[in-house]
């Protein structure tokens, strides 16, 4: 079956650091890749999005390039800021008719000033 | 403003109630969803409408149950049944099933037995 796999947290990092968040993830065809975040006490919103190998997704000044041969979905951002600290969910959708999304467990970022 | 909105937010109950949770969406979604959130396991889906009159089950179905009578409401109803109901509850559409539409959130429902 389809899987998402998330670097374990917490993350803790110092303002204006470097971040990346692993993501693999294992499924057939050629799925949807997202990231969510999710701030304490509400739901989750869409961080960005990939629909195809090679594609990359940003926002707000997060990337995350959809890497087949690697099966790979890592978010990046080059300088963290402290209302970044939230819990950032990897997720995949399945090509071709519905099947569930899949979500990693979450990796809990801490930005400290 | 278009959304999905659930209520209550913080919800009590006795132990052996069962109590139903709202969620309605005026983004003209198709599919809507419910999803269980516990400390450290990401989310789980619990059932899932493609359509009105239409529902599935997903992975962890038992001790719930859903209609889907009208397109914007989706309730859940988490029975006695339910073992350990204490959890954070998240209701989500999406235009459509297919892989390239995003899912919307709720804002969730944080259940607590007592």
């Known amino acids: 079956g389809n899987s998402v796999t998330q670097m374990e947290g917490p993350v803790t990092l110092s303002e204006e650091a470097f971040l990346t968040i692993n993501c693999t993830y294992t499924a057939t065809g050629y799925p949807s890749l997202f990231w969510y975040v999710q701030y304490p006490g509400e739901g989750l919103q869409l961080l960005l999005k990939a629909t195809k190998a090679d594609d990359k997704g940003s926002n707000k000044g997060f990337e995350a390039t959809y890497r087949k041969e690697t099966t790979s979905f890592h978010l990046e951002k080059g300088s963290v800021q402290v209302s970044d600290s939230a819990v950032y969910f990897c997720a995949l959708s399945p090509s071709g008719g519905y099947q569930k999304v899949t979500f990693g467990t979450g990796t809990k970022l801490q930005v400290i000033p | 403003d278009g959304g999905i909105t659930q209520s209550p937010k913080y919800l009590f109950r006795k132990e052996g109630q069962n109590v139903t949770l709202s969620c309605e969406q005026n983004l003209n979604h198709d599919a809507m969803y419910w999803y269980r959130q516990d400390p450290g396991q990401g989310l789980r889906l619990i059932y899932y409408?493609?359509?009105?009159?239409?529902?599935q089950k997903g992975d962890i179905a038992e001790g719930y149950s859903v209609s889907r009578e009208k397109k914007e409401s989706f309730p859940l109803t988490v029975t006695s049944a339910q073992k350990n109901p204490t959890a954070f509850y998240l209701c989500?559409?999406?235009?459509?099933?297919?892989?390239?539409?995003?899912?919307?959130f709720g804002p969730g429902t944080r259940l607590t037995v007592l």
């Open positions: 409408s493609q359509i009105v009159n239409d529902f």
């Open positions: 989500a559409s999406r235009p459509e099933s297919g892989a390239l539409d995003t899912q919307y």
